[in-house]
């Protein structure tokens, strides 16, 4: 059992700025609990680097299927001392909101919000008992600025910055820290081939940003940030 060595859940770990992390935590000896929805992705991330693969445990999870969630983290928690979830996986559509259908919206809110928030309500309870831990949810300038052809990912980015703007007051108590990171274009297959030939340059990389949270989280402090906006140099696109 992974007990005495730092142990993180990183969702969305297979791709972009997830994968970006699992390798920058696992590069510092942090164990990565790396899961996602496709197992081929998740194998291609972790065999990319044998040096790390050692911190780093692959499970398939779909987080927008709330019983599988719960399930998983009875199994993590009795197995490895989990001390930090960071809320990374969701999905987007750059289309106007007039044409979004109903099962699109319903996609979108189910992975981006209702499942982070149940990721953090499954935790909750092992973070109070084992006397405090980290929550890490990377958001979006989306949640803040108005960003058109965004309306549904704005709105589950602006959800939960107002779900953990409240849990954060309401878990202090028990030394659990509540971070909000909402960054500005990161080169992310998220983003389509056309957009990404086009602004890729303009954008902020993945690996930077993953080694950003990674200083957040090793702050050994009194202090906490609690909402941090990350932007490109020249700013949004």
């Known amino acids: 059992m992974k007990k005495q060595q730092k142990n993180v859940w990183i969702t969305g770990a297979n791709s972009g700025i997830g994968k970006s992390i699992t390798h920058q935590f696992a590069q510092n000896d942090v164990f990565c609990l790396a899961t996602a929805r496709r197992e ?5 991330m972790k065999n990319e680097n044998d040096a790390i693969s050692k911190n780093i445990e692959l499970l398939l999870l779909d987080i927008s299927k709330t019983d599988e969630i719960f399930e998983i ?3 993590m ?7 930090c979830l ?7 559509t750059f289309t106007p909101a007039e044409i979004d259908t109903i099962e ?3 996609s979108i809110i189910n992975i981006n919000l209702i499942g982070a928030i149940a990721l953090i309500k499954s935790l909750i309870p092992h ?8 929550i890490i949810n990377i958001l979006s300038v989306a949640a803040t600025k108005v960003l058109t052809n965004s309306s549904i990912y704005s709105t589950s980015k602006a959800g939960l910055l107002a779900y953990t703007n409240v849990l954060r007051e309401e878990v202090r108590k028990y030394n659990i820290k509540v971070i909000n990171i909402l960054p500005g274009a990161t080169k992310t297959p998220i983003w389509s081939s056309e ?5 890729a340059a303009k954008m902020m990389s993945p690996e930077d ?3 950003f949270i990674y200083s957040i989280y090793s702050l050994d402090s009194t202090l906490v940030p609690e909402e941090i906006t990350i932007r490109p140099i020249g700013g949004d696109l």
């Open 104 to 106: 699109t919206v319903k």
């Open 86 to 92: 960071i809320n990374n996986a969701g999905i987007s």
């Open 77 to 83: 928690i009795n197995k490895y001392d989990v001390d």
């Open 209 to 211: 940003l993953a080694s």
């Open 195 to 199: 957009m990404l030939n086009k602004y």
């Open 127 to 134: 973070f109070k008992k084992r006397g405090g831990g980290t």
């Open 73 to 75: 983290t009875n199994k």
């Open 40 to 44: 081929d992705a998740l194998f291609r």
